[in-house]
């Protein structure tokens, strides 16, 4: 009887997988293409600092950085399909699954970060991080890269400057509309083609953060910059809807809680980078930066905003108005 007993709990500790399961922690995979010193890869790093830190036992986050399991054009579909659990994407990108996080890509509508931090932390700002759970895809936060700055070989003041120049833009249809309205041609290529790009003359300039600009050495090949802070280039940390949403309550909310302290690390990390970058090109003396005065911006935001309302049925004209509230007050 006794030999029947043990043989019966045996069978019932094989056929129960979640008793062996309950004492081995949660495996998460944060999976992002950029290298660990960038915001983005410290602030993945900090994730798993204080996740580990909130959960011990009850989860073991593992981070990739550098495309390490998957690159740009991979890394959606890998979420969606569970292969890894958590990614920071640029928001260009998801023009496929929402047409109202190109709110984004419109030029010279948010005056500064601040600005862009209050409209994020509003009501409106939240409501996208769920715009494409439908799709089951679930944003969390959002992460700062910078301000967009505008450089070609020629000094870009006006609008009318623009005319007739080559633009290397990211894969959007605003981004595109941005330098067709300019009387400019865009022409979308891959991150590491740009230098030789300019270098050898295929596109006249870009635009990106001063951090890219330092790394990428864009400077080296642009005879000036103007600092427009015209457009910003963020991320949205995205996860699986289906799978966040059956975790047990006391993870979810460890996990909402390393994320805060990650969002935190991350946007300390790009405005001192930005900063020392900024810095740094001033110092190497081999480029002109401009500095637009307030009436010049104008100009340019004036030029601007028939690709506001090009895009004003696709994105919402309410949610425009939104984000043009975050220039000047706080938002709900």
Known sequence: MRKLLLAAAAVAIIASPGIAAAQSPLVIKFSHVVAEKTPKGQAALKFKEEA???LPGKVKVEVYPNSQLFGDAKEMEALALG?????STSLSKFDKFTKKVQLFDLPFLFEDNAA?????ASADGKALLKSMESKNFLGLAYWHNGQKQMSANKALIAPG???GLKFRIQQSDILASQFQTLGATPQKLAFSEVYQALQVGT???QENTWSNILSQKFHEVQKHFTETNHGVIDY??????KWWNGLPKDVRDGLSKAMDSATKTNNEVAEKLNTEARAKIVASG???IHTLTP????EWQKAMKPVWAKFEGEIGKDLIAAALKANTAKTN
Do not use: S, W, Y
């Open 52 to 54: 580990e830190r909130l």
């Open 83 to 87: 292969d890894v659990h958590f990614i």
């Open 116 to 120: 862009v931090d209050r409209f994020q």
């Open 161 to 163: 400057d623009a005319k």
């Open 203 to 205: 596109v006249d300039g």
């Open 236 to 241: 949205m940390v995205l996860v699986n809807a």
């Open 286 to 288: 081999v480029t002109t």
């Open 295 to 298: 009436a010049q911006r104008a």
